[in-house]
């Protein structure tokens, strides 16, 4: 039997008192609340954690079982009815008794996830925002704490190969997961950390505002309302990019403008002299030939934005970054740091935000330069895109007419 110590240590993380044990059922008080557990789930538990090759913090595995955290992504109609007839959603296979069910956190998981001296900040940040609603109840169950917490669970029977292969039992919840999304059309996605798996394009601090002196294009402030209030950070990044890209064409025509008028204006030119209007062509050939993407994104910054004003910004998100920008870093399998020098700053801005974007949209098997949703890779964009967002905001402001009032 289970002692009290025992369990005050398994769950230590959640900083228990007053524990007593009657008729097998533990209590104590967390946060103020009443919780009871079993003597039979820390039984459980300890058997689970006696078995070698736990996979990460955000799953766990034991001989005929798997079960890994997931989260709902987007706030569609269907979200909300996915559990509308009951908290859980089972798939069985009555050939082989498989059995793969989506329901809050189990008991034994929770464990896993207290029975330490850190608990990961975003885990107990989720337990918490379910703690106000459990106040009025006498006595809740361990699991009612962080019943906001989903998860996939694999059972596998006992006779079967898969048993003890936790590969093949992950690799059963991953496919469970893609045929309940195609059902229900909710994308269910597999908490790879516990550090904030949502990422979204990060507001600023609240700031009074004045009344507008100036009217925006309309379809600019779109791609940048959807920017801010995506819930996908690739979709944020993309919808930025695509302000810069409005630019684009306007941006490279007046470069070929003015040199198209230079010989335009020449005193030796004539719409009769074949050589001349020769070369008039070879200049737009050239120029048609150098124009790529890159380069009218380069062009776009030269003629749009303040040099200075972009160089302080980014000098001051290095402070509060720790020099993100001005250290070189692998990104998406390139070496990439800003260079804030008169002549590089330009060049460099350009071909990091063109280096992302190209990793968002394109997709090549075997290429390093790709972005996996899910993956991690967010972290990466939610740090980028700070500075997309505040070259388009410059954009948006430069491109705005101003009021007659």
């Known amino acids: ?11 230590r993380a959640l900083s228990p008192s007053k524990f007593e044990i009657v008729d097998g059922i533990f209590r104590c008080q967390i946060a103020g609340v009443t919780v009871s557990v079993p003597a039979a789930e820390f039984e459980e538990y300890q058997k689970i954690k006696a078995l070698p090759n736990q996979g990460t913090d955000t799953s766990l595995y034991a001989a005929g079982y798997f079960e890994h955290a997931i989260e709902l992504q987007g706030r ?40 330490t001296d850190t608990m990961h900040r975003d885990f107990r940040r989720l337990s918490m925002m379910r703690r106000p609603i459990l106040r ?88 940048y309302q959807m920017a801010i209030g995506g819930e996908s950070l690739i979709l944020s990044y993309l919808a930025l990019y695509k302000i810069l890209e409005y630019f684009f064409t306007a941006a490279s025509e007046h470069l ?26 070879k200049v737009v050939r050239k120029f048609d030939q150098k124009m790529d993407e890159r380069r009218m994104l380069q062009t776009v910054f030269e003629q749009h934005i303040d040099k200075e004003a972009l160089r302080l910004w ?19 399998g390139e070496p990439s740091r800003i260079d804030t020098s008169d002549n590089q700053i330009f060049p460099t801005v350009g071909a990091r935000i063109y280096h992302i974007r190209n990793a968002l949209v394109h997709n090549k098997e075997g290429e390093i330069s790709r972005f996996i949703p899910f993956s991690g890779q967010e972290k990466i964009l939610a740090k980028e ?21």
């Not at 895109?385 to 009032?405: N, T, V």
């Open 136 to 223: 009025g109840k006498e006595e809740v169950l361990l699991a009612d704490l962080f019943a906001r917490i989903l998860s996939i669970k694999v059972f596998a029977p006992e006779n079967h190969q898969f048993f003890s292969n936790s590969k093949q039992l992950r690799s059963i919840a991953d496919a469970s997961l893609y045929n309940i999304s195609y059902g229900y059309g909710v994308a269910l996605v597999p908490v790879k950390s516990w550090e904030r798996s949502l990422h979204f394009l990060e507001g600023r601090r609240r700031e009074a505002v004045q009344f507008p002196l100036r009217t925006y294009n309309h379809e600019l402030v779109a791609y």
């Open 314 to 332: 980014i000098e001051e998100f290095d402070k509060e970054n720790s020099g993100y920008f001005s250290v070189e870093r692998d990104l998406f």
């Open 76 to 115: 569609g109609p269907n979200s909300y009815r996915l559990f509308r007839d009951s908290d859980e959603i089972t798939l069985k296979h009555e050939q082989t008794g498989f059995v793969v069910e989506i329901s809050p956190i189990s008991t034994k998981f929770i464990m896993f996830l207290t029975d």
């Open 1 to 11: 039997m289970i002692s009290a110590d025992q369990a005050a240590s398994i769950l």
């Open 256 to 281: 070929l403008h003015q040199k198209i008028v230079e010989h335009l204006v020449a005193p030796d030119f004539s719409h009769t002299k074949v050589g001349k209007l020769r070369e008039l062509a």
């Open 385 to 405: 895109a700070p500075l997309l967002r505040r070259i388009s905001e410059e954009l948006i402001l430069k491109s705005g007419k101003d009021i007659q009032l």
